[in-house]
């Protein structure tokens, strides 16, 4: 137990893990309806380049690819190997912690992020940049997941989870409470039309955000095992109530904040 520099996507959660594919399109299907819903909302200015990072598998570039056709669309991860050529978008692999990237980036009517700064160790340095790269007139969106212990109706659940967590902050830099400041980091900025949508992942039959949550534990409870945050079959309970298809209750908050440079 202990804090180490490891980083998201280095050992733990690397693309080329089984599973990794199958455990972000569980990720996707359980926030996309609300990314969507929120980037419909957005005035981007036509003919602007739209930049999303840490896309993952692409998914919402592809998205933004159908519904901005023959536009620019950058797709930055860490990893390309999960993304898909010849889908209205260019897949770039860089890493966003490295002040080069954003050399070579530009500017963008829309910069997006899910799911990412939560899990960098340079997020402010991140934040930073992702403001810069907007276009006057344009739009930041950054998104990720908050804990909140008290909506899981099980205490079962919520035990493992908090275990989870402490491995998480401690061995990666995660942070499950960064996205409550995004939208007053935005307004503080200087940025119009700041908002905010709370939304949360459901734990329910064939809900894509159970199966999620536990690919996620089953990932990484060996190495938080092995760590001394929990005992091995800590988890088996809680993978059971989510993956079991009985139970119905709240995994964790999926927070989205949005502005526009002036
Ligand atoms: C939890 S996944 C989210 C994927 C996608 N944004 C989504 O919400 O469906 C985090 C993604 O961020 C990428 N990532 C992590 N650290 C990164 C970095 N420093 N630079 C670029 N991408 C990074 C990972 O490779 C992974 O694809």
Same mark, same amino acid.
């Given at each position: 137990m202990g804090q180490s520099n490891e980083q998201y996507? !280095? *050992?733990?959660?690397?693309?080329?893990?089984?599973g990794e594919r199958a455990r972000l399109d569980h990720l996707a299907d359980a926030v996309s309806q609300y990314t969507y819903r929120d980037l419909a909302e957005l005035g981007v200015p036509a003919g602007e380049r739209l930049l999303d990072l840490g896309?993952?598998?692409g998914v919402v570039a592809q998205r933004l690819a159908e519904m901005r056709p023959g536009t620019e669309i950058v797709c930055v991860d860490r990893?390309?190997?999960?993304m898909s050529e010849g889908t209205g978008y260019t897949p770039l692999e860089a890493d966003?912690? !490295? *002040?080069t990237t954003w050399d070579r980036l530009g500017s963008f009517g829309l910069v997006h992020a899910r799911n990412l700064l939560m899990h960098l160790r340079k997020r402010d340095f991140v934040f930073e940049r992702m403001m810069e790269a907007v276009v006057p007139g344009g739009w930041l969106m950054v998104a990720d997941m908050v804990d909140a212990?008290?909506?899981?109706?099980?205490l079962r659940f919520r035990e493992t989870f908090a275990q989870l967590r402490s491995y998480m902050e401690a061995?990666?830099?995660?942070?499950?409470?960064?996205?409550?400041?995004y939208a007053q980091r935005m307004h503080d900025a200087g940025m119009t039309d700041v908002g905010v949508s709370y939304d949360c992942l459901i734990v329910g039959p064939d809900k894509p955000g159970a199966a999620f949550m536990a690919r996620t534990l089953r990932h990484l409870w060996p190495d938080i095992v092995s760590k001394g945050?929990?005992?091995?079959?800590?988890?088996d309970e809680a993978i059971a109530y989510l993956e079991g298809g009985q139970h119905w209750d709240s995994a964790i908050a999926f927070v989205t904040a949005w502005g526009r440079k002036g």
């Open positions: 996507g !280095d *050992r733990m959660f690397t693309h080329l893990t089984q896309g993952g598998t990893s390309v190997a999960l966003v912690c !490295d *002040r212990p008290e909506l899981r109706r099980s061995e990666l830099g995660t942070s499950m409470t960064c996205a409550t400041t945050y929990a005992k091995p079959d800590g988890a």
